[in-house]
């Protein structure tokens, strides 16, 4: 008598194996499902030969070795921004008050900008984050870094963390920057997708 085994279970005893294989996702995962985007992250950025700041972090471009970062290069409106500033210089660099940081949105074809006489846009400010001016100096010395935390979940309801919003300023998707100006203007540049 010849042995036959059923194809039910034929296709069962594969789909066992294929699955202790590693070759099945995890039960519940639709085939078709598309996967949400992830931001990009800082393995992508360029950080400088001689950078000290924080590790993870995207720096900018220096000014006179201070640089400005983001902890990644692309957010969603709700994350949390990490942003700061670092000194990678030998001297102690002096701020007054210290100058508040700004963050502005890009503005293509704003008001302020004529056909005849136009860029493509103009930075906006939609908030600030910082003391108001004091007269105040303080130092950020070699090595040391400033960190800010801006939740931009309760930009519209209230106050970021950290991060007042100037008027009645709302967070849309585009290009942004922070900055802090102290006779040196100290920017890095994100986006919010």
């Known amino acids: 008598m010849k042995s036959r085994i059923s194809p039910y279970i034929a296709a069962i005893a594969l789909i066992t194996v294929l699955a202790t294989a590693g070759c099945l996702g995890p039960a519940g995962t639709a085939v078709n499902a598309t996967p949400e985007p992830t931001p990009e992250s800082c393995e992508t950025c360029t950080v400088p030969e001689g950078f000290c700041g924080p590790p993870g972090v995207c720096p900018g471009e220096p000014v006179n070795d201070v640089y400005a970062f983001t902890d990644r290069n692309t957010y969603r409106i709700g994350d949390v921004v990490e942003f700061g500033i ?44 910082g003391r108001a001016h004091t007269g105040d100096i303080v130092y950020l ?31 849309t998707p585009g290009t942004y920057r922070i900055w802090i100006w102290n006779g040196i203007n100290i920017s890095r540049e994100f986006e919010f997708v």
Do not use: H
């Open 86 to 129: 670092v000194n990678c210089g030998d001297e102690p660099v002096e701020f007054s008050n210290p100058s508040p940081w700004r963050v502005d949105r890009w503005g293509a074809n704003t008001s302020g900008c004529t056909p005849e006489n136009c860029t493509g846009g103009m930075w906006e400010t939609i908030g600030r984050s």
């Open 141 to 171: 010395y070699p090595g040391d870094n400033w960190t800010v935390q801006w939740d931009t979940a309760s930009w519209d309801a209230a106050l970021g963390k950290n991060v007042e919003p100037v008027g009645n300023s709302t967070l």
